[in-house]
């Protein structure tokens, strides 16, 4: 398995979806350019994130126009995409859709959707209930919606599902500088650089730039290898396309040598979960705080 990719660091037109739209068809049309066999979108790349009520006017389907366009393009090159998805329930999502050869092949509903902070995603967002990895382009992959990355359990549960490739498309806003990094790109880092060598995986990180309400995101996209070491990553506050190789043999190495993965028990983990669950929310639990 060898694969080139594509991190589109891009600025969304907030609210406007038919010019997103006609955006990613653009972009995936430079990274094909670049030799890409896969175009990786930041988080709410079709809509923009801080929409608030204006959700309810962009959400859509997978049989919508719009949407329709940039699956179309996935004919050119596997495309990783975001979107309010508007399910058949009518429940807003958070999703992230991989489309290939014109077709959706997999979508992930954001698990965590936040609200602490300046975030407010479950005033509009429905929370997914499914973690799973896929198969696509010769290769397994497990996506995490931003939020999704700070639940250690996501990425766990991924990598014991065989994913070789973990993507996370963001909408992470800059904080205060540490040392000469924005300050919540440092702490990406840290986050993604670890989960990479923990289960000897490639990281894609896709994070967007741009400014919505008063908030800037800052970008810094990066790709890093299985041993941790971060590939190549974007530079912050301007768009970019950021293309770097995944292959095999770095896979095949870390995990021969480092066979973290091999000795995982998971039985041990399943048995000791259920115990845990079992205390908390069994009959008879304290319903009070389980912390």
């Known amino acids: 398995m060898s694969l080139r990719v594509g991190l ?5 037109a907030l609210g406007d979806v038919a010019e997103n739209a006609r955006r990613h068809v653009m972009w995936v ?6 030799g890409c066999d896969l175009v990786i979108f930041p988080e709410l790349s079709l809509t923009g994130y ?8 962009c959400a859509r389907t997978a049989e919508d126009r719009e949407v329709r366009q940039v699956i179309q393009a996935s004919r050119q090159a596997d495309i990783l995409f975001g979107m309010v998805e508007l399910s058949r329930g009518f429940i807003m999502y958070n999703s992230a859709v991989y489309a290939s050869g014109g ?28 973690v799973r990895a896929f198969s696509a382009h010769g290769s397994r992959f497990g996506i995490m919606i931003c939020e999704d ?13 065989g994913a070789l490739i973990l993507i996370i498309p963001s909408a992470s806003p800059a904080r205060p500088a540490v040392g000469e990094m924005v300050g919540s790109q440092e702490t990406w880092y840290r986050a993604i650089r670890t989960y990479a060598q923990l289960f000897g995986v490639y990281v894609l990180f896709a994070n967007r730039v741009g400014v919505e309400d008063g908030v800037t995101f800052y ?7 299985p041993f941790g070491e971060i590939v190549s990553s974007a530079p912050v506050f301007e768009e ?21 993965g091999r000795d995982e028990q998971l039985d041990v983990t399943v048995r000791e979960l259920i115990r845990i669950y079992d205390r908390r929310y069994g009959e008879g639990a304290d319903v009070g705080d389980p912390f």
């Open 8 to 12: 589109v660091q891009m600025r969304p």
């Open 103 to 130: 077709e959706v092949v997999y979508r992930h509903r954001k698990v965590y959707p936040p609200t602490y902070g300046m975030f407010e995603e479950n005033r509009y967002f429905g929370r997914g209930k499914r």
């Open 149 to 161: 990355a700070w639940h250690p359990s996501i990425p766990y549960i991924l990598a014991q599902d």
């Open 240 to 260: 970019a396309l950021l293309v770097a190789d995944v292959n095999e043999e770095a896979l095949r190495r870390s995990r021969v040598m480092t066979p973290l």
């Open 219 to 225: 970008g810094g996209s990066a790709v890093v290898d």
């Open 29 to 34: 049309e430079k990274a094909k350019e670049a």
């Open 50 to 57: 801080l929409l608030k009520d204006l959700a309810v006017d």
